[in-house]
């Protein structure tokens, strides 16, 4: 999987780097044909302090693309929700594909035994 990292108002560290790293593994866990992530992380000191650290990730698969956004006052707590909400996403997705070939399936038996 090709990964995208981009700072915004933040200097990148090897723990922050390694952090991501670690959680845009477990994302390709659950969807190995996913084709990018493009993870953007930014500090906003504009904001209230409980929600300074943003963390938005566009994950690249087929059909339309996944993405979710979180803020937090700790940035590898804003890292952990928002990968929280791309497995949510790629569990839903699973789970439509799923249902949509077990429901074609009960179909073409309801079908056969009809006839």
Known sequence: MKLI???HN???TKGIE???LERIDKLEHYD???VDARVIIEH???RAPEK???CSIRLGVRGPDL???DHDADLYA???KVTKKIEQQIRKRHSKRKAEKHTEAARAKARRQAA
């Open 5 to 7: 990292l981009s700072t």
């Open 18 to 20: 390694q952090h991501i």
């Open 67 to 69: 993405f979710a956004e």
């Open 10 to 12: 933040l200097k990148l």
């Open 44 to 46: 906003d000191k504009t």
């Open 52 to 54: 300074q650290f943003g």
């Open 32 to 34: 190995r044909w996913a």
């Open 78 to 80: 804003a890292i952990d």
